[in-house]
């Protein structure tokens, strides 16, 4: 069975950083890509950052709105990925859930995403 | 950015109706759009991908049709763990992903 746990979660203020981890099981971690993806209290869904396997170059890609402030990565011998949160501002308030991402590579390469794990509140306070 | 707008935000149902989701890209996203069930309290589950592909486990009450920029989830005769927030992802043109801003589904 394939599982996502998410931890690291918690209370911050305005421009102290956070460190989440995604736990994964039930799948072969190194071949897939991950993602967090985040929902504000009472709001939609908003993709935020995003990790290739190994395989596929292991780069990353981020939102424009946590550019330059968030870091995701993988440890694949401990089938864990991170998100680094810095600078943390009161609008990166929200439930923050790790995806796995599948491939698709018939045509141009895309991703979607499959399972998703339960989710780490993040709240910052100014 | 391809933006993705759903219709309509609430959508009020009676058990055993059918009910059908709408959800529009800015530009065309292909047959990459997918669907997702959300209740309150739990993580998203993803329902279609390939905009009509129902996802492992989900019942065939659930279908989805579409492509290019109009795409529909019709869930054929409502049951009660049904009524929930559905949103859909255009997976297409990345990064960013997006997602629809969501549509509920309640009891009418």
């Known amino acids: 069975e394939v599982q996502l746990v998410e931890s690291g979660g918690g209370l911050v203020q305005t421009g102290r950083s956070l460190r989440l981890s995604c736990t994964a099981s039930g799948f072969t971690f190194r071949d897939y890509a991950l993602s967090w993806v985040r929902q504000a209290p009472g709001r939609g869904l908003e993709w935020v950052a995003f990790?290739?396997?190994?395989?596929?170059?292991?780069?990353?890609e981020y939102a424009a709105s946590v550019e330059g402030r968030f870091t995701i990565s993988r440890d694949d011998s401990k089938s864990i990925a991170y998100l680094q949160m810095n600078s943390l501002k009161t609008e990166d308030t929200a439930l923050y859930y790790c995806?796995?991402?599948?491939?698709?590579?018939?045509?141009?390469?895309?991703?979607?995403?499959?399972?998703w794990g339960q989710g780490a509140l993040v709240t910052v306070s100014s | 950015e391809i933006v993705m707008t759903q219709s309509p935000a609430t959508l009020s149902v009676s058990l055993g109706e059918r009910a059908t989701l709408s959800c529009r890209a800015s530009q065309s996203v292909s047959s990459d759009l997918a669907w997702y069930q959300q209740k309150p309290g739990q993580a998203p589950r993803l329902l279609i991908y390939?905009?009509?592909t129902r996802a492992t486990g989900i019942p065939a009450r659930f279908s989805g049709s579409g492509s290019g920029a109009e795409f529909t989830l019709t869930i054929s005769s409502l049951q009660s763990e049904d009524f929930a927030l559905y949103y859909c992802?255009?997976?297409?043109?990345?990064?960013?992903?997006?997602f629809g801003q969501g549509t509920k589904v309640d009891i009418k």
């Open positions: 995806t796995r991402a599948p491939r698709l590579s018939i045509g141009a390469t895309r991703y979607y995403f499959d399972y």
């Open positions: 990790i290739r396997s190994k395989t596929y170059t292991g780069t990353t």
């Open positions: 390939g905009a009509s």
């Open positions: 992802l255009q997976y297409n043109n990345w990064p960013p992903w997006t």
